[in-house]
């Protein structure tokens, strides 16, 4: 019973070009959604959360939208680097659970020079 | 910066073993998490505690236990290594307060069970 979902295992970009990266859930409870990104042989590393009660959330080149009555998030990234190139992870949290991060699968992004 | 350290980045132990990871935080945060991270199925919580000596399971906490002696370490037992617990293990740790605060994570001990 995969609650968040991320169905796109690998995305390919172009250097410059927005990245978008998607994200289903299925619980009407959780109360945020976070973005991690994980490079190899490291640890996840946060980059970007938004509350339920919010539709967007920018930060720099990292935008994050939700659409609650989809249960649909998204990350847009504008402009894409090469050094974006890494597993993104949706997580959301469910506060009533004590803040159990559920994770998504992943997703992998490329970003070609 | 909050540092989480996780002691062996690689390690290969036998069936039947028994394995300790340790992880180390350095925020004084209360709360500590155990993931295993497998292609295709993202992260997944193993076991958290909230305080020292207090602890619960996770979605997936068979065949396995846990222990929080002290405030800064968190330890993962694996009581009867099988080979279906081979992965990356990622520790992480959350201060109190706002459930929403981010979680920091350690760079993973990658686990081989032969």
Redesign the interface.
Known sequence: DQQVKQNSPSLSVQEGRISILNCDYTNSMFDYFLWYKKYPAEGPTFLISISSIKDKNEDGRFTVFLNKSAKHLSLHIVPSQPGDSAVYFCAAIYSGNTGKLIFGQGTTLQVKP | DVK?TQSS?YLVKRTGEKVFLECVQDMDHE?M?W?RQDP??????IY?S?DVKMK?K?DIPEGYSVSREKKERFSLILESASTNQTSMY?C?S?GGGR??Q???????TRLSIL
């Open positions: 989480v980045r709360n998490f993931y295709g199925l993202g992260l997944r919580l958290f909230y619960e996770g990622l992480a959350r459930t929403d981010p979680q920091h994570f350690g760079d993973g």
